[in-house]
């Protein structure tokens, strides 16, 4: 997908040319303000009458479209509902311009202009308006047709201007387009990824695609193959692929951005299983097309460090991607089996479908290495996380107050939400093995705390998070600015946190 151009403009809504000029407003609020005023007096009351009447009212994501009939130089006057002032925060200007951009999108226009609103929510800038608005439009107009024969290709909006009538602003608002534009295109490459079959994406793309990511100015990148896990010790990763006839891959990326280079990292692990049949443990049939989206956690991890050197963010970073696909075979792992993983610890593989911790234990074992200031693993790990939490919030599991406070801080400006889980040491019972160290499932009840358990016993002493995105990584239906199928949600969390971290650095 070709990102959008946005870009801001010092104008007046009544005198700009454009196909679509979108206005966002909220319920209950009058034409007393700015650039409502200036349209309504264009286009002789008109706005006024369509209040009066309620035939647009601007209650949340509603959308009328105003044919201007020249009486001002834009064609069509697209108004957006923000909902009542009252509840006004980021994400209803990120949905506001999803729905704009799909209305804009229905008139064959390429190109459209938005009035930046007077409005802004409690504790936020203009900047994080300008961050949402373009955001949302980006990730509203998002389309995978890729392998489509029938894909129009006409109908991609290729151009925003962002509408201020004061030159004062216009230095907030290219910041905020410049981050918007960073997170939104990083979210799209996870999209991306994700949305590629696993024909496709195997392994070897994975690996191409970071040969790709470290081409960016400031990271460095090294790939263990098969034969170095082997030298290592990584058991826990080698189990897993053992059945496939796919080579696993383990990348490391590094982001060098901190003015002093020894300042230790913050290193994200994300969970890269390119395809998970379950293994032996075979999954049921239904919805296991799915599956192609379980790297969406090495997806994530990978555009993060691609949108933290492109926003030059003053902080060292390492992305970890433990690379494989889970697949019945010949040779494949067997319940019962036990494996050693890089930490020298020994696991009793019970059920080859938790596979995701298997792989991460390696990966943050090895992550442990680099004496992270902060390790955050990201995975498309539990079924359980699903049953407990809905499609609207991500697990959250960590050992530091302050790292969990600020990743919950960043999904809350970003729109990921997290909502903590115990991870208390009374579950480590449902884990313990017969013949290892322990055993990789706990059990039906608490199979989220369980799984989180798990990982903790390969962090050492680093301040760690694991956020499990199962619940939140695939939708069934399509939202304001969030597809059906692969979301990749988490993505711009990960980058808000890195972006609040730095500010607190400079």
Request: with cysteine; proline share 4%; glycine share 10%.
């Amino acid at each position: 997908m070709n990102i959008m151009r946005i870009k801001p403009k010092q104008g007046h809504v009544d005198t700009e040319i454009a196909d679509a000029l979108v206005l966002l407003h909220c319920e209950g609020e009058g034409l007393a303000k700015d650039d409502a005023a200036l349209l309504d007096q264009a286009l002789g009351g008109a706005l006024r009458e369509l209040l009066q009447s309620k035939e647009f009212e601007g209650k949340a994501n509603e959308v009328v479209l105003f044919h201007t009939h020249g009486k001002i130089p834009a064609k069509r006057l697209i108004l957006v509902g923000l909902g009542k002032k009252s509840n006004l925060g980021l994400d209803q200007f990120r949905q506001a311009m999803g729905h704009a951009v799909k209305r804009v999108r229905s008139t064959k226009s390429h190109a459209f202009a938005v009035a930046l609103p007077s409005l802004t929510p409690r504790d936020c800038s203009l900047l994080d308006v300008a961050q949402a608005m373009a955001e949302g439009a980006i990730l509203g107009s998002y389309q995978f047709t890729t392998y489509r024969s029938d894909a129009p290709t006409n109908k991609e909006l290729k151009a925003m201007t962002v509408l201020t009538p004061h030159k004062s602003e216009l230095g907030q608002i290219s910041e905020g387009i410049r981050r918007g534009v960073a997170t939104a295109e990083a979210t799209v490459f996870v999209r991306d990824l994700s949305n590629h079959p696993s024909n496709v994406m195997t392994p070897t793309r994975i690996a191409h695609e970071a040969k790709v990511v470290a081409k960016e100015t400031g990271i460095s990148l090294k790939i263990l193959e098969q034969k170095d896990m082997e030298v290592l010790g990584m058991g826990a990763l080698l189990g897993v692929a053992k059945g496939s006839h796919e080579p696993p891959k383990f990348i490391i990326l590094q982001y060098h951005g901190a003015k002093k280079k020894d300042e230790r990292p913050v290193v994200l692990v994300g969970k890269t299983i390119t395809f998970d049949t379950g293994g032996i443990s075979l999954k049921p049939s239904e919805n296991m097309e799915q599956m192609k989206a379980d790297m969406t956690g090495g997806a994530e991890v990978l555009a993060t460090i691609r949108a933290a050197a492109r926003l030059k963010l003053p902080l060292n970073l390492i992305s970890i991607l433990p690379v494989a696909e889970n697949m019945p075979g010949g040779r494949a792992m067997r319940p019962g089996d036990v494996v050693k993983t890089l930490s020298g610890k020994t696991v009793e593989v019970q059920n080859t479908d938790a596979e995701g911790r298997l792989i991460l234990s390696d990966g943050l074992a090895y992550a442990t290495r680099f004496k992270p200031a902060a390790l955050i693993d990201i995975a498309t790990l539990t079924g359980a996380c699903v049953v407990a939490l809905g499609q609207f919030a991500i697990g959250m599991f960590g050992t530091e107050t302050r790292l969990k406070e600020a990743i919950r801080q960043a999904g809350l400006r970003a729109g990921e939400r997290v909502w903590e889980m115990p991870l208390w040491e009374d579950y480590f019972e449902q884990l313990r093995s017969d013949v290892a160290d322990m055993r990789n499932i706990g059990g039906r009840g608490g199979g989220m705390i369980t799984a989180a358990l798990f990982l903790s016993k390969f962090v050492g002493d680093c301040p760690w998070v694991h956020l499990d995105i199962a619940s939140t990584d695939w939708s069934e239906r399509e939202r304001a600015y969030i597809p059906k199928g692969p979301t990749g949600i988490g993505t711009r969390l990960l980058i808000q946190f890195l972006v609040n971290r730095s500010l607190l650095t400079v």
